[in-house]
């Protein structure tokens, strides 16, 4: 968000910023081209790379320094600035750079097939999002009779609900949740400092990150799949591994539920929380307004959630080789379009079982364009003439060269949640989803685990405010955690999902993938 002075203007701050980003859009091209000599090799040599010393030369191109270079300014005011009109600006200084035609420009923009399919998501997200859904059975798990007087049953409920409830949106998850925490913890006689009040605080927001990571059907981890497809679609001789949707739903779901279970551990016999004040918290505190029974448009919404899903999901459990498998799979592209299509022809009570006029209110406009501009800025960046991808393959190999096919799969995962703290979760998994396809197959490794691993850990980023909009809202609750008990415990939190990931998800991956 934009942080404004009183008297309207920008702040000394933010203009700075402005002026060192914007700065490295235009000029960033000037700089020497970075360049590595590597081993000659048949592939190099098909790419008429130069030879210097008995080695290949390999320089990131004058157009690759200019695709390198907008990409870098408009992440640079994305973190300092804001997450909106920094892509516009790099959309517009592209098309006047000479890389392609403005016509052209705006087509892959805003004509990408990926695009296109995630424009008709959100606006199914954001339908789910109006109908109120995730409140109801968020408010359910919380109701339950069994949590009365068991505080550790409760909090698992709790973690475990939340995760959950973000299967329909993460973000609204925990503005669902943390409210009733809040309620709980007065009641409770909790307050701001007290180790149960922060870890409850942060681990919504882990849970939020481990459902935006699991679900490959409209979250982050869809549009990394998503990519992969569209990378095998147009693959220029590097084997792009096949992710199958439903394959994925299961290892996300399983490293996210062992990850709640470590978490609920730490809380008890590492942190030792005093949980003997919800002893005698009564379910019916949240039971005051009683739970209305869903009504039919929420129905109807919950059963096109369902539609949707299984339109992705069946495939990868019935198989492609039958009609039902095989047009589903042919036509992945097409579920988005079908159910939006269908909640604006249903009718209930005489209207549209979703109103776009209504909806549109809560669609994720920010996230859209950012998705967009990560799509449109990293194939410019990455394409052939630019060697973007072959220098940063090389930096790569030299650095990871000699490691066993497991340890590569921990570098990368160390290498990926340590990024993603610091920029965009989905637009580094983007950018760098082509190299380590490129590093794979160059070791002779297959991708596919290593690519379901990493698809998942860039998504899990709270260390910083800049890392994710889940982390911001984090740091941005000043009322019941201090940004010094965000910090610690965020970090803590996502070193042990990291662990997860490595223990348990790595052979995990390589059994499924």
């Known amino acids: 968000m934009r942080k404004e002075n009183a008297s309207g203007s920008l702040s000394p701050g933010k203009i700075l910023h402005m002026i060192v980003g914007i700065g490295i859009m235009i000029f960033g091209r000037y700089l020497p081209c970075p360049s590595l000599l590597a081993e000659p090799s048949e592939r190099l040599l098909r790419m008429g790379l130069p030879q ?3 080695g290949v030369l390999i320089s990131i191109s004058p157009s690759g320094m200019t695709a390198l270079a907008i990409f870098a300014g408009v992440i640079y005011l994305w973190a300092t600035v804001d997450t909106l009109w920094p892509g516009f600006l790099g959309v517009f200084v592209l098309g006047c750079s000479g890389q392609a035609p403005m016509p052209q420009v705006l087509g892959q923009f805003m004509g990408n097939p990926m695009i296109v399919m995630m424009f008709f998501l959100f606006i199914f997200a954001a339908a789910l999002i109006r109908s109120n859904v995730s409140a109801w059975f968020a408010r359910w798990f919380m109701t339950r009779d069994f949590v009365r007087g068991r505080p550790w049953v409760f909090t698992a409920t709790i973690l475990t609900g939340c995760y959950v409830v973000a299967f329909f949106e993460q973000t609204t998850s925990c503005f669902l949740i943390w409210p009733a925490l809040y309620s709980i913890f007065r009641e409770a006689g909790f307050k701001k400092g007290d180790l149960y009040v922060s870890l409850m605080l942060v681990y919504t927001i882990i849970m939020a990150l481990l459902s935006f990571a699991s679900d490959p059907v409209k979250a982050g981890a869809f549009v990394l799949i998503s990519n992969l497809m569209s ?9 792009v591994p096949e992710i199958n949707v439903a394959a994925y739903l299961l290892f ?10 470590c978490l609920l551990l730490l809380m008890r016999f590492v942190f030792r929380v005093d949980v003997s004040p919800l002893k005698n918290l ?14 039919r448009g929420q129905k109807i919404m919950l059963l096109l959630f369902f539609f949707y899903a299984a339109w992705l999901l069946l495939p990868g459990v019935i198989g492609a080789d039958n009609p039902v498998g095989g047009f589903l799979r042919r036509n992945a592209l097409e579920g988005t379009l079908a159910v939006v299509l269908l909640m604006s022809v249903i009718r209930v009570d005489g209207k549209p079982a979703a109103d776009l006029v209504e909806t549109n209110v809560a ?3 920010r996230i859209f364009f950012l998705i967009a501009v990560a799509f449109l800025l990293g194939g410019a960046m990455t394409a052939r003439d630019t060697n973007v991808n072959i220098y940063m393959e090389y930096l790569l190999r030299d650095y990871l060269s000699g490691m066993s096919a497991a340890s590569l799969t921990v570098a990368i995962i160390i290498i990926g949640v340590v990024l993603t703290n610091f920029c965009n979760s989905v637009v580094l998994g983007l950018v760098l989803t082509p190299v380590l396809l490129a590093v794979c197959h160059a070791f002779g490794f297959a991708a596919g685990p290593v690519m379901a691993c990493f698809i998942f850990i860039v998504l899990v980023a709270a260390c910083t405010p800049a890392a994710s909009p889940f982390a911001a809202m984090l740091y941005g609750n000043s009322d019941w955690i201090s940004v010094r008990d965000a910090g610690v415990h965020s970090v803590i939190a996502s070193l042990v999902v990291t662990l997860v990931v490595i223990a348990a998800g790595i052979p995990l991956a390589r059994l499924l993938f």
Do not use: M, N
């Open 52 to 54: 210097v010393d008995g």
């Open 231 to 239: 990378l095998a679609a147009g693959s220029q001789g590097i084997p």
């Open 252 to 261: 996300g779901t399983t490293i996210s539920l062992i990850s709640i279970l």
């Open 282 to 295: 009564d379910p019916e505190l949240l039971r005051r307004e009683p739970l209305p029974p869903l009504s």
């Open 363 to 365: 669609y994720p406009w």
